[in-house]
Nanobody
């Protein structure tokens, strides 16, 4: 059974930065496309960023393009989300997802952007 553990969330002022990490265990990480989703209070979960298994291709929601960067280190079995120029509307619980033979979710990490 695969496992994903997110870290790096917290409280940040508008315009600030955070780097989320997601550590994988129990499955062949290098064979999975990885995603970051987020869910704000009262809203549906939305796809924020995607990176293919070898890291050759990335994709972003329009709302975060130019501000967020997804990356991965297959040797460390970790995927990252660098978030810059954060806005109050980025406030949400951020979830890591592995999409492949299994569909695996992390427990989420809270990101709050507020002055």
């Amino acid at each position: 059974q695969g496992q994903l553990v997110e870290s790096g969330g917290g409280l940040v002022q508008p315009g600030g930065s955070l780097r989320l990490s997601c550590a994988a265990a129990g499955f062949s990480f290098k064979d999975y496309d990885m995603n970051w989703y987020r869910q704000a209070p009262g809203k549906e979960r939305e796809l924020v960023a995607t990176i293919t298994s070898l890291g050759g291709s990335t994709n972003y929601a329009d709302s975060v393009k130019g501000r967020f960067t997804i990356s991965r280190d297959n040797a460390k079995k970790t995927v990252y989300l660098q978030m810059n120029i954060l806005k109050p509307e980025d406030t949400a619980i951020y979830y890591c997802n592995a999409n492949g033979w299994m569909n695996i979710w992390g427990q989420g990490t809270q990101v709050t952007v507020s002055s």
